[in-house]
């Protein structure tokens, strides 16, 4: 039997129905009914210990016999990330090279114009989280006597692959070598040949050390603190519940979980470079065996997920971690180990000494400019285009990965503390990140040296650079297993047997760089039967590994947004999503090939932009709870996050309700709405939509009345003309500048001025009003907010002098600012005189 009309029980288990129509479903509070006695067990055993019946929120579900879900999904959420992503791919395959040009040349101008704000952000959050960990380190994500769910070993493998497992396989060769030629300490006119390379593993290093897991860590401590701390369904929407109170379960929190999507992409790209590598396929048949090596991938990583987070996904984790360990080691023993060895404790201090600070706040202000703008004339700056190619990419990358690889890494961390946490995921990973490019970074490195070396011999010796040339490769040369002479003397002598041919790097064929690494052990025979296929295909083996969690952490993660956090979903519906995710990226591949993939790829990284709000939003929330969660902790309490944020005394009218609350009742699609959610997101009155569109056009208009209100004594009439003029002036002035813009830069910067001084001149009535009824904020939220969302601050400011008008608020505002209504010194008497005047003065001036 089919239905969506069943309630859920206390444990968010849906009872048996009493229909068996399939609807749409808005859970609420009033649902009593018992839950079938064959998942009592297993609901007692679930990993969130919330009430869905607290958690207003969409739900579509069908039902077995037995009343149990076997398909629970969010409407909305579901349909805004489909629609979003399908739409998306849909333009990348129809127009693959289309797409492409025009989402790069989004991403590069977006990556120059706030590169300030992709690199700003990174130092910000790694102070917050080294902050946190100090100043709430005994902190646990559940309750404060809960214990690790996972092991160690087991906790650090499955964050380690789902974080940045499949990237050490596809960039650990070959970045340090795209960066010997290019990066802003690449030019040789002031650097050295060893100085250059040290720093191309250094920058390489920064970028998948802190860099990567700071936002990672942000979504990690927000999730779990929301979900095992508070009880919060475990989504991105909870994170933000100390901001949006009940609004959380409204339209804006399928906004923010439906905005959430992934795609899969370069590991893919290199199991088939591999594979083409060792023989198994050709060049021509690449991208069918792409397509097989996604399904294959599919297929597996389905049987992970189904198997669940307890032996799917966790045994593999440490399966691939294992054999990452023993490539490491093998290839550290089989290389020059003393060299390698040196350049770790060499790579620690540059790491120290560069990253933590210098590469951490390095914009490459000047390297930037372009030709005509001040470019350097000694040609010695870096490409102008290297930052966006490279750290924006990866700050992008990240940010992009993070909602779903940070709620990854908050569902295994329950029962952590926060300094637990914050070493597992800052100081173990670089340490990692340290020890694997030291070793397979300075190995491609010495390699490339030693290919030049072989250029240089091939001169000396037989006349031509492609002397030693590799009869396979041509930018491979092999190294002479013996000592070679040159008028009887010797000019170059082998230390290490066997290791042969070395490689150029061929940027063309950046996937082979790993593989020709692992090809150069050819001993104990030659290069056909030595130590390069077997090493070859365990790579392979682990990369797919990583790839395989990666995925199947992602369709774990999409699961519990897509069904409002529902901890133990029907299997059927994990299956759903995994083959979603191989129906992508097979259509990605043969409809668009790899410009349709990259295409995707730079959407994906330009919703880093408005992600990285989120993770400031994020910092915010995440201090609120841990303030609140010392609290239980001292004083041995259990102050929920609804009643503290009840506490706090807010405007009546938030900035993001009003006239948006339309879209609550356009989501529901017809549906009745709870009446937890209709009394926090009434339907917008007349009032209330006129008031908005009157402060969209003529915004001026309600600004006059609101200082009357402000400041009602008559000597203040003619200060509030004047306000009034001057902000007109500005709002009309912002406006005619950007409509006939001109290619000036000049007037270019008025418009902007003045579009930052309208912002000031409301900031200032916002925080009068704020201050006058003791409602909590701050000077930076108000600019914020009075700059971008000027209708609805009006708005908000019209709906709360109302609610003082019927005397809701007045004695607040007589506490304070009795010189508002009279001089300080006046005696009571005519204080209260005053503000009978003020009331109705104030409802007389509401007629607006």
């Not at 905005?259 to 370069?266: A, H, I, Y």
């Not at 390698?340 to 390095?362: A, C, D, P, R």
């Not at 070679?484 to 003397?489: D, H, K, Q, W």
């Not at 259509?587 to 992600?611: C, D, E, K, Y």
């Amino acid at each position: 039997m089919m239905t969506g009309n069943a309630h859920t029980s206390s444990m968010g288990v849906p009872s048996i129905p009493d229909a068996n129509v399939t609807t749409e479903k808005n859970v609420d509070n009033d649902s009593s009914s018992e839950e079938p006695d064959f998942k009592k067990e297993e609901a007692a055993a679930m990993e969130w210990e919330g009430d869905h019946n607290d958690f207003p929120m969409r739900t579509f579900q069908i039902n077995n016999e037995n009343g149990y879900p076997i398909f629970l999904l969010n409407p909305v959420v579901s349909f805004i990330g489909m629609a979003i992503l399908w739409g998306l791919s849909i333009w990348c395959m129809v127009a693959p090279d289309k797409s492409y040009e025009i989402l790069i040349e989004g991403r590069t101008r977006l990556s120059a114009m706030f590169t300030f704000f992709y690199v700003g952000t990174n130092p910000a959050f790694m102070f917050f989280l080294i902050y946190i960990a100090f100043r709430f380190g005994n902190i646990r994500l559940g309750p404060q006597d809960s214990t690790p769910e996972f092991s160690d070993f087991a906790y650090f493998a499955m964050l380690f692959s789902a974080g940045i497992g499949v990237g050490l396989f596809f960039f650990g060769v070959s970045e340090p070598l795209f960066h010997q030629s290019a990066h802003w300490f690449a030019e040789t006119g002031y650097r050295s040949q060893d100085e250059i390379d040290m720093f191309a593993l250094n920058i390489t290093v920064f970028h998948w050390g802190i860099t990567g897991w700071s936002q990672y860590l942000v979504v990690a401590i927000c999730a779990g603190l929301a979900s095992f701390r508070f009880k919060l369904p475990m989504t991105l929407r909870s994170c933000f519940y100390p901001i949006l109170g009940e609004h959380t379960w409204g339209w804006m929190g399928d906004v923010i979980d439906g905005g959430v999507c992934t795609s899969l992409g370069l590991g893919a790209f290199q199991l088939a470079a591999g594979l083409e590598r060792v023989g198994a396929i050709d060049d021509a048949t690449s991208t069918r065996v792409h397509v097989i090596s996604i399904w294959v991938i599919t297929l597996i990583a389905t049987g992970s997920v189904v198997s669940g987070l307890d032996v799917g996904i966790k045994f593999l984790s440490q399966l691939g971690f294992g054999l990452g360990m023993v490539l490491l080691w093998l290839c550290l023993v089989f290389d020059k180990t003393n060299y390698l060895l040196n350049l770790m404790v060499q790579e620690t201090g540059y790491y120290l000494q560069w990253s933590i600070l210098q590469l951490n706040f390095h914009t490459d202000a000047f390297g930037q400019l372009q030709t005509g703008e001040g470019r350097a004339v000694d040609g010695d700056a870096a490409e102008a285009w290297w930052m966006d190619a490279w750290t924006i990419f990866y700050v992008g990358w990240w940010v992009s990965w993070a909602a779903f690889v940070g709620m990854f890494v908050a569902r295994i961390s329950k029962g952590r503390t926060i300094g637990s946490i914050c070493l597992f995921s800052y100081a173990i990973p670089l340490a990692y990140t340290i020890l694997w490019f030291s070793v397979f970074g300075g190995i491609g490195l010495r390699q490339a040296r030693q290919a030049q070396e072989m250029k240089a011999l091939g001169m000396a010796v037989g006349g031509s650079e492609d002397f030693y040339v590799n009869a396979d490769i041509d930018y491979c040369y092999d190294v002479p297993q013996e000592a070679v002479s040159v008028n009887r003397s010797v000019v170059f002598e082998n230390t290490l047997m066997g290791v042969t041919p070395v490689c150029e790097f061929n940027s063309a064929q950046s996937d082979m760089a790993w593989f020709n690494v692992l090809y150069s052990y050819s001993f104990p025979n030659d290069f056909t039967y030595g130590f390069g296929p077997f090493l070859s295909w365990l790579s392979l083996v682990a990369l797919t590994i990583y790839f395989v969690t990666s995925s199947d952490s992602g369709s774990l993660i999409v699961d519990h947004l897509a069904s409002n956090g529902f901890p133990d979903t029907h299997w059927t519906q994990r299956v759903f999503w995994a083959f979603t995710e191989g129906a992508l990226a097979t259509a990605l591949l043969v409809s668009g090939g790899p410009n349709g993939l990259r295409a995707l790829q730079a959407a994906s990284i330009l919703t880093g932009l408005p992600f990285n709000f989120f993770l400031v939003f994020m910092c915010v929330t995440s201090y609120k709870m841990l303030v609140l969660a010392e609290q239980n902790n001292r004083d041995g309490s259990d102050i929920t996050l609804k009643e503290a944020y009840l506490k706090h005394k807010t405007f009546q009218m938030p900035v993001f309700g009003g006239v948006f609350n339309i879209f609550e009742y356009i989501f529901s699609m017809g549906m009745a709405i709870p009446e937890a959610r209709r009394k926090v997101m009434p339907f917008p009155s007349g009032a209330v939509t006129r008031n908005f569109f009157v402060a969209l056009l003529v915004p001026f208009v309600p600004y006059y009345h609101l200082l009357g209100i402000v400041y009602p004594k008559p000597r203040s009439k003619t200060s509030n003309m004047i306000l009034t003029a001057t902000y007109a002036m500005f709002h009309l002035l912002w406006i005619s500048l950007f409509i006939s813009m001109t290619e000036s830069r000049g007037f270019e910067a008025i418009a902007w001025t003045a579009f930052v001084l309208n912002g000031c001149i409301l900031t200032h009535l916002r925080s009068s009003i704020r201050e006058r009824y003791r409602i909590e904020g701050n000077l930076f939220h108000d600019l914020l907010m009075s700059t971008f969302v000027w209708p609805q601050v009006l708005s908000q400011l019209l709906a709360e002098v109302r609610l003082a008008a019927r005397g809701n608020r007045l004695d607040v505002e007589n506490e304070n600012h009795a010189d508002d209504c009279g001089d300080s010194n006046d005696n009571a008497e005519g204080n209260t005189a005053k503000d009978e005047l003020a009331l109705k003065q104030t409802q007389s001036e509401l007629a607006f």
